[in-house]
């Protein structure tokens, strides 16, 4: 497969975009509810989370670099009063701390069941999308004992070489009143700068290929948008053929953000898997 360049100014805008007008549709403040807020110190981080409802226990991760626990409100929102929703915002997200380890995407499982362990000794479903369904293999894979389902949107095979991704303060509009609100909240805003070029590093570097995919025991359902750019189907639908117990969910006239463009369609694909 040929290299792919990926030039993420187009991408990058409409995503923040939609995440605000996202925003604006709920009035409960997800991501920073502090009647619903926790935190658990990983070791060299301080990591933030939100739990709701009860029940069986779903984890939600959401998306790298723009993502946070807002853009999660309409899964928890459909998710609470069944389950007990325990959404995190990772590292050097939203109320998160960044922390001093170099980024993998061990670290970042680690933080999920520091987490997870915080809030429950049982097994969980994860949802995550984009960089938060790369953490959720990675946890599926290093804790097979604890992961009963996992639904991952917009993450398939990745190689170093594949896509090379740059994030910079104009690509960013870093003086957005988007970014405004979520530098508000961080507790290092300082370090921003610092992050981004870390987890630019990080992601041109990343590996998701069989040895990871084939580890995975549990079952999983992939949802991919069908013009993804960021996660083109061919990549989902390679790790998709290398999980075990895997499903297959493609989302028609849909991009990278896939459950904000089109809910019901992604609803109509996890509701029947987690109750399966």
């Not at 009647?35 to 933030?48: C, E, L």
């Not at 599926?140 to 990745?158: D, F, N, T, W």
């Not at 070029?197 to 580890?215: C, P």
Request: with cysteine; hydrophobic share 40%.
């Amino acid at each position: 497969m040929k290299a792919r360049l990926i030039t993420l100014f187009l991408v990058l805008h409409f995503c923040t975009d939609v995440y605000s007008q996202q925003n604006l549709k709920h009035t409960i403040p997800y991501g920073t509810n502090s009647q619903a807020g926790q935190y658990v110190q990983t070791g060299d981080a301080r990591i933030y989370f939100e739990v709701y409802g009860s029940g069986e226990s779903i984890v939600l991760l959401h998306g790298g670099i723009m993502g946070s626990i807002g853009e999660m409100a309409q899964f928890i929102d459909s998710l609470k009063s069944n389950y007990q929703v325990i959404a995190m915002a990772t590292r050097g997200h939203g109320k998160s701390e960044i922390g001093t380890a170099q980024i993998t995407y061990k670290l970042k499982a680690n933080d999920v069941m520091a987490v997870v362990n915080a809030v429950t000794t049982e097994s969980v479903t994860i949802l995550g999308f984009s960089d938060g369904a790369y953490t959720a293999y990675k946890v599926a894979s290093m804790y097979p004992e604890r992961v009963k389902k996992l639904v991952a949107i917009g993450a398939g095979e990745q190689i170093p070489g594949l896509r090379k991704v740059v994030f910079t303060k104009e690509s960013l509009n870093l003086e957005s009143e988007f970014w405004k609100q979520r530098l508000a909240i961080m507790p290092q805003p300082d370090r921003m700068e610092e992050f981004l070029k870390n987890m630019a590093d990080f992601y041109n570097t990343m590996t998701a290929s069989k040895e990871l995919f084939s580890t995975i025991k549990c079952p999983v359902l992939l949802i991919s948008g069908e013009l993804d750019r960021n996660a083109p189907l061919p990549t989902i639908i390679n790790a998709y053929n290398m999980i075990p117990k895997s499903q297959l969910s493609i989302i028609p006239n849909t991009g990278h953000v896939v459950f904000m463009e089109n809910f019901t369609a992604v609803w109509a694909s996890v509701a029947p898997f987690l109750n399966n």
